[in-house]
């Protein structure tokens, strides 16, 4: 079932993006801080993933967690270092974090140079081992997991404590809220899910490089997060759906990945910063009034 | 010397904050009776919502200290100070733009929720609305309550900074400048508003204020700050007399003649 | 590794050089940081245009002062578009938009470059520019090496004299200050922010060119490098300070140069610019010469 496998593989990708996103609209989205470099997180999950199986030879099961808790652990520090900068320079720092770390990734050998490592075993569950349809399920699980960590995120004092923070920091203290530990909690958690991503990445492509988490890749998340529409639930998953759809469909698009990813990014950012989801868009409007006029409240 | 000060809610000792060269307070010593309204005026650039800001924890002292009561509270960073019971409303509204008002004011009560690590809890249970619902009633927001805080026109921005406050269950609550921009009507409202704070909660209150109605009208007691220094202390009718003050606003020629 | 006096010299000598290349972009940075407020991240993608159309230029007539006109003209025009279509509109948009679009700006732009001129390296071997080495006391130098230094530092000097001496750069000054008073004093705002990007991209037109022809090569993403050490740059000068700019890209390529030497072997190349950045932007964010806000 080759065409199968196809489809297949494409969901496999979508989800895995689409929670690496999560984590970063969580940060950005919710929180307001800025992140250029989200993609150092993915690598971070993906290579201590990599090397926990491969050279530890630790099942799975056990890295999956301990990838989402070096990704946080990271995502704490460039917390604290964020919490004395402001938006520009903190932007500039995430840009320089991305570098540094894919400059570490290449340059000691224990992340495996230019080749990176290679030999990632699939997981194995109950003796079988998950390849295709199996791993999907795996990630869809994970997937649906983050969905609900963001729903209850949502609903809880922590979420309103970043809303509160992304719309005025000064108020926020104000009114009781520690920015410093939030922001703290806020790269950390947007770092974690990138970590599990990592992860889900390592063992889905079985081969992991420095070259994966180029600055290029952040942006690429960059773009897929304010698609969708920064601070959604949704947005995330539809972003990353989208923005790896285009190229399939649209065959010319492969060789222009990047061009495409900037370019959406620039004319979003222009003419619908709150993405396709995001309050008051045009899409949202729409089903708004579809769903008004179908008898729902709003 | 004070014994008045011994009841006092909020006291500074020598609390100066200089910017460079800029003396923004220079050595003020006031102190807040608990249950009083308490005025702070002073020309532009007086020092007045720099006081606010040291108190508040916004900015550290470059030298003295704040007591509040019986604390030292100068040097703790501001979401401390507000969970011990002093809140704020800015010269410049900062609502929070995109969210409610029903969900500014619920941010304010979070106040335990959000220390430790008790933030897991969900924040909008029937308890919490009915307490932001009522704070927002009070202020007289109730039907702006869904409506997003960006919409609000600024006399009713000042009302949610109000509540907004209020929702921290303070015992101080720092005013600057909550009838700029207003109608003499809403004006009339807010005083009403601020004089019943104190009368029905027992809220100790201070208050910047640059018309000078307003303050005179609501102050029990007031400071004059003139570029950082206190130059003056009273009752309204004491300062309205005292020719520094007269002088600090008018110039010279004017204290004189007065 | 023992720090002898021709190694120390010859050390110095290539931090200069690594820090003039820098200075190409990070003048630019810091001006329009100074004028919009905005990381002109973009700027660097004009250093890389620049380099290919005065290639390009230069392939066609062999005439290489030709080159660097037509590269001077390009990058100007580029430099307004990218002022007027992407920065002006955005500057009333929350901050990390047109820092959003500057970066994807600068992105897209080398993409579009590969795809042009393709993505492997370009030779651009200019007969007129000497390449003889002469030993100097232990210390080697190359003719390419004086010739670089020599045009980048005439430039500067030039942008130098600009800022310093004419009406133009004074008023560049006062809008870099404070807006709304320069309008008030009868500024027109809009065409000095014009000028700045006009001369700032000539100059990183002409910088990408210069340094393409003195490592013969161009690649698309040859501003790379270069663009995010000049961040470093403007953090560690001040931002929107252009003594501090100059100063900063001199310290960065210096500095940087001997703790590559003495420390490579512990963390990679890169990877000190970018600390000295983080530490700066933590402890001293307004650097050497700027204002502390």
């Known amino acids: 079932m080759v065409v199968g496998m196809y489809y297949i593989t494409l969901m496999t990708i979508i989800l895995i993006y689409a929670i690496a996103v999560m984590g970063l609209n969580i940060t950005m989205g919710y929180a307001g801080q800025v992140n250029l470099g989200q993609a150092a997180f993915l690598g971070i999950g993906a290579f201590t993933s990599a090397i926990l199986t491969t050279k530890l030879g630790l099942s799975f099961w056990v890295a999956l967690p301990l990838s989402a808790l070096s990704a946080f652990l990271v995502g704490i520090l460039l917390g604290a270092v964020s919490i004395r900068l402001r938006y520009d320079f903190l932007a500039m720092t995430t840009i320089g974090f991305n570098f540094i770390t894919v400059a570490i990734f290449l340059y000691y050998p224990i992340f495996g140079g230019s080749f990176g490592i290679a030999g990632i075993p699939r997981p194995v569950l109950f003796g079988l081992k998950l390849r295709g349809p199996a791993y999907l399920g795996l990630v869809a699980a994970v997937f649906v997991l983050c969905v609900l960590l963001n729903l209850w995120l949502e609903r809880s004092w922590l979420g309103m404590a970043f809303e509160t923070i992304r719309e005025d920091e000064h108020a926020a203290q104000a009114v009781g809220v520690d920015v410093r530990k939030f922001k703290i909690l806020a790269f950390a958690i947007g770092a974690g899910m990138a970590g599990l991503a990592g992860s889900l990445y390592a063992h889905f492509k079985m081969c992991v490089a420095y070259s994966d988490f180029v600055f290029a890749r952040s942006i690429e998340l960059l773009s897929m997060c304010v698609l969708g529409g920064l601070g959604t639930i949704y947005g995330p998953v539809l972003g990353s759906a989208l923005i790896i759809l285009l190229p399939e469909v649209f065959r010319p698009l492969r060789a222009y990945r990047l061009i495409m990813h900037t370019a959406i990014l620039i004319l979003l950012i222009r003419f619908q910063p709150q993405g396709l989801l995001g309050r008051g868009s045009f899409l949202q409007r729409k089903l708004r009034e579809l769903l008004g006029g179908l008898g729902f409240g709003s | 010397m004070d014994l008045a000060a011994d009841k006092a809610i909020l006291r500074t000792e020598g609390l100066c904050k200089y910017f460079g060269g800029i003396k923004a307070l220079d050595h003020v010593n006031i102190h807040v009776r608990r249950g009083e309204i308490l005025g702070i005026i002073g020309p532009n650039g007086a020092g007045k919502t720099t006081l606010f800001n040291v108190v508040s924890g916004f900015y550290k002292p470059t030298r003295g200290a704040v007591f509040f009561m019986g604390r030292r509270i100068s040097g703790l960073h501001p979401a401390k100070i507000a969970r011990m ?126 018309n000078m109605r307003v303050a005179m009208g609501l102050s029990d007691r007031m400071y004059v700050l003139n570029y950082g220094k206190v130059i003056a202390e009273g009752t309204p009718e004491e300062i309205r007399e005292n020719p520094l003050v007269i002088e600090a606003y008018l110039g010279r020629g004017y204290a004189a003649g007065s | ?148 230094l020599a045009i980048i530092s005439g430039l500067i000097v030039v942008l130098w004299l600009i800022i310093n001496r004419t009406k133009a750069g004074l008023a560049s000054r006062a809008v870099a200050q404070d807006q709304d008073v320069a309008k008030v004093m009868g500024i027109n705002v809009r065409k000095i922010v014009d ?99």
């Open chain 2, 85 to 210: 019971g002093i809140g704020r409303t800015f010269q410049v509204t900062r609502p929070f733009k995109n969210l409610t008002v029903l969900q500014n004011v619920m941010a304010a009560c979070g106040r335990d929720a959000y220390f430790g690590l008790s933030f897991f809890r969900k924040y909008r249970t029937p308890e919490v609305v009915e307490e932001a619902m009522s704070i927002i009633e009070d202020v007289g927001l109730a039907d702006y309550a869904d409506q997003p805080a960006k919409v609000l026109p600024i006399g009713h921005m000042r009302r949610l900074e109000i509540a907004r406050a209020l929702a921290l269950r303070p015992k101080l609550l720092l005013l600057d400048e909550p009838t700029a921009g207003m109608s003499a009507k809403e004006i009339e409202e807010i005083s009403g508003l601020v004089r019943r704070l104190r009368d029905e909660k027992g809220i100790t209150i201070m208050l910047v204020e640059h």
């Open chain 3, 1 to 148: 590794m023992e720090l002898t006096l021709p190694l120390f010299l010859q050390l110095i000598l290539q931090g200069l050089i690594m820090g003039v290349i820098y200075a190409t972009i990070a003048l630019g940075l810091t001006m329009v940081y100074g004028l919009l407020r905005i990381l002109h991240i973009a700027h660097a993608s004009v250093y890389t245009w620049g380099a290919y159309v005065a290639l390009t230029v230069y392939l066609a007539t062999h005439n290489i002062l030709l080159a660097i006109l037509a590269c001077s003209v390009v990058c100007a025009i580029v430099g307004i578009l990218i002022e007027r279509g992407l920065y002006l509109p955005m500057l009333d948009k929350p901050a990390y938009v047109p820092l959003i679009m500057s970066v994807a700006t600068y992105l897209l732009m080398c993409e579009l470059c590969a795809n042009v001129w393709g993505h492997y390296p370009l030779g651009f071997h200019v007969a007129e520019l000497p390449r003889e080495s002469y030993n100097v006391g232990g210390v080697i130098i190359g003719t390419h090496q004086l010739v670089l």
């Open chain 3, 195 to 293: 000028f700045n990007f006009i001369v700032s991209s000539i100059l990183a037109g002409i910088g990408g060119t210069l340094v393409g022809m003195y490592y013969a090569e161009l690649k698309p993403y040859m501003g790379d490098v270069v663009a995010y050490k000049a961040l470093v740059v403007i953090v560690l000068g001040g931002l929107g300070s252009v003594p501090g700019a100059i100063v900063g890209s001199l310290i960065l390529g210096v500095a940087e140069t001997f703790l590559i030497a003495l420390f490579g072997h512990l963390l990679p190349r890169e990877a000190f610019a970018f600390i000295i950045m983080i530490v700066l932007l933590l402890f001293r964010p307004q650097g050497l010469f700027g204002r502390a806000e």
